[in-house]
């Protein structure tokens, strides 16, 4: 159909390519031997090898040089990974591909790190407009639904071409398999032009956003999934019987108070339903979106307080319930959850993470979702610990601090937010001062009889009303979050004199939402755009909501690019710093496996990554917390 063909020598790897400074390439990976009866086994560099290559440095034409293959001719391994580490790892050159995190992931396992300028266009594809004011989602971005919607070529399915076989068991030299090959690298190449075409036309912000930030992202995530999340497997098991000892004492407890009602596994079936709100007609305090009675936690706290004064005698079922659901989630999301997924191969957890699954450009985790894992105040058995160090070696974790905050101060330029920080004070302590009317000392101490209390609200006060938290909101998250009453009366002044305290804080919230509700979207400082075309509605609900959306996308969407920016810094220095780990990222955090010897070093490097001024016209300091410790769950705060 093209212009491919088949090579297997350097030296024709090197005529091919030539002078090109853009390059797109593809892997084609197979199971190891005693993997290959496995499901997406390929997938898993530690289970499995690259069976071929394939590069593009003009459209409609492309090389494939096969490495593992079973039947054909390949390429000698050992100079083709030599070459293949000059390359990957040449500044000069553009690398693109479809999906680079699992190119790094590979190339991480053998010993190579992806360095910058790099290209992914599947972040390509997820920041432009599927349709007016919609950017494509993920599952909206694959090569071959690209291919053919972008493109307007079909492109052979991995099935069609292997039929069963897995990809070295195909014949190297045969036309079809030359031609799926070369095509993923082909189409990858197609892809850039025509998206970099796109950015320069419509949004030549986000060009900058996937060349600079997204894409390095990208192989990093690749890096993190590869290294993966040592965890104590035989403490795992030891918590697994305590939670089933846990969860059956409290259901005997449950049933001796109502019976044989059926109540699952959450205490949420329709029999116990039934039970509280017509055999005991106990009040519905909140229904769900299809209008029927809710029993999520919020509704039986609500209903615990309510039975508190009218009907004491059931107090303790619904204390049961939140203790019975609180076991329940420890086991099947965290203990049987996280056993699933270790990896026979490395003992470790291996998941998945995702540079672009929000619109504010905030990254994600998934299978498993680690990036939930519950803190100290929230862990009765300690989860935390599960993820262990190996031996001689330490989990590092370097934590932006309040940089939400300081990303709002620095846009609503408010005089007494900006001089705190710039002067290594505590924003927290000096919101308790603004709201309740106390000196900046007083906030801060610790003996005051209100201090717990006052802080509390501060930090919530703080993360809410750059948002645009109402006093009801205001509420609801001091009682379900905190664990402190305060009347709506109570919020709406707390908010009143965080405003007045911030006078800029308020202007910069009324000029953004006037400014989005002009454009019909807002932006981060570096240009990542998020259409709001609700922003104008006439219902109440869908404007407020797209007026928050307003407030918090340039904050935590700006924060999120700090983050990458620092991850992208790490990414550079990597080659040199073989025995720097990175495992997790968690919300404004970043987690490493370290040796012990190497602790200072490291801490060093990433924290002047982290540190660093991310753009020009930020001028507020950033502060990166370090703690170090044998487990995450007892990690302890190191100076400096």
């Known amino acids: 159909m093209e212009n491919y063909r088949c090579v297997t020598s350097v030296q024709e790897i090197q005529d091919y390519i030539g002078n090109a400074t853009i390059v797109a390439f593809d892997y ?182 996937v060349e600079h930030i997204e894409s390095p992202t990208a192989v990093y995530l690749g890096i993190m999934k590869h290294n993966g999340v040592p965890v104590d497997a035989d403490l795992m098991k030891f918590r697994q019987q305590e939670a089933e000892s846990q969860i059956q004492r409290i259901r005997n407890e449950i049933n001796m108070l109502i019976g044989d009602v059926e109540i699952g596994a959450n205490c949420g079936t329709k029999a116990f339903k039934d039970y509280l709100y017509q055999i005991l007609k106990l009040p519905v305090m909140k229904v769900t979106a299809s209008n029927k009675e809710a029993a999520d936690d919020a509704s039986m706290i609500m209903l615990k307080e309510w039975c508190d004064v009218n009907r004491p005698e059931l107090s303790n079922l619904f204390t049961l319930v939140q203790e019975y659901r609180k076991w329940g989630k420890i086991k099947s999301t965290y203990i049987d959850g996280y056993l699933k997924c270790i990896n026979s191969a490395t003992g470790r957890i ?41 031996e001689n070696h330490l989990i590092l974790s370097l934590d932006f601090s309040q940089i939400e905050l300081r990303v709002g101060a620095f846009y609503c330029r408010d005089k007494t937010m900006m001089e705190t920080y710039k002067n290594g004070g505590d924003i927290h302590a ?40 109402f006093p009801k909101g205001l509420q609801s998250t001091l009682k379900f979050k905190a664990g402190v009453e305060k009347s709506v009366d109570e919020c709406s002044e707390i908010i009143a004199n965080l405003k007045a305290g911030y006078p800029s804080l ?23 755009r998020r259409y709001l075309p609700n922003i104008r509605s006439e219902n109440w609900g869908l404007k407020s909501f797209a007026e928050r959306c307003a407030l918090n996308t340039p904050i935590q969407g700006t924060a999120a690019d700090i983050l990458k920016l620092a991850i992208v810094r790490i990414l550079k220095g990597l080659p040199s710093r073989p025995w720097l780990k990175p495992i997790l990222q968690i919300h404004d955090e970043l987690t490493f496996i370290v040796p012990k010897e190497k602790l200072s070093e490291s801490v060093n490097f990433i924290r002047k990554c982290m540190e660093k001024q991310p753009f020009s016209e930020f001028d507020l300091p950033l502060v990166a917390e370090a703690s170090a410790g044998e487990t995450f769950g007892n990690l302890e705060e190191l100076e400096g």
């Open 28 to 209: 084609e990976t197979s199971p190891d031997e005693p993997y290959r009866t496995e499901a997406k086994v390929a997938l898993d560099p530690h289970k499995s090898h690259i069976a071929g290559c394939s590069f593009s440095v003009k459209e409609h034409t492309g090389i494939y040089i096969p490495v593992a293959h079973k039947i054909g001719e390949n390429i000698d391994n050992t100079l083709f990974l030599k070459f293949l580490q000059t390359f990957l790892t040449n500044k000069n050159i553009i690398k693109i591909a479809h999906n680079i995190a699992f190119e790094s992931l590979v190339s991480y396992h053998q010993n190579i790190v992806i360095q910058p300028p790099v290209y992914d266009t599947i972040c390509a594809a997820q920041m432009t407009l599927k349709s007016n004011y919609e950017f494509r989602k993920l599952a909206d971005s694959g090569l071959k639904k690209l291919a053919s919607e972008i493109c307007h070529e079909p492109l052979p399915t991995f099935s069609d071409v292997t039929n069963g076989r897995h990809f070295d068991e195909l014949d190297a030299q045969d036309s079809e398999t030359v031609r799926y090959g070369c095509a993923d690298s082909d189409f990858a190449l197609r892809l850039y032009h025509i998206f970099n075409n796109w950015f320069d036309r419509f949004l030549p912000k986000h060009r900058y956003i």
């Open 506 to 528: 308020t202007t910069w919230q009324e000029e953004t939402k006037r400014d989005a509700a002009r454009k019909m979207y807002i932006e981060t400082w570096l240009g990542r």
């Open 350 to 390: 291996h998941p998945d993470f995702f540079a672009l699954s929000t619109e504010t450009g905030r990254m994600n985790c998934r299978n498993p979702n680690l990036q939930n894992c519950p803190r100290k105040s929230n862990d009765p058995i300690g989860i935390r610990n599960f993820i262990k160090a190996p």
């Open 430 to 469: 000096a919101t308790t001062s603004v709201i309740f009317g106390c000196t900046y000392e007083e906030a801060q101490d610790k003996h005051r009889r209100e201090y717990k209390e006052q802080r509390t609200i501060a930090k919530n006060v703080n993360f809410g009303t750059f948002y645009g938290l």
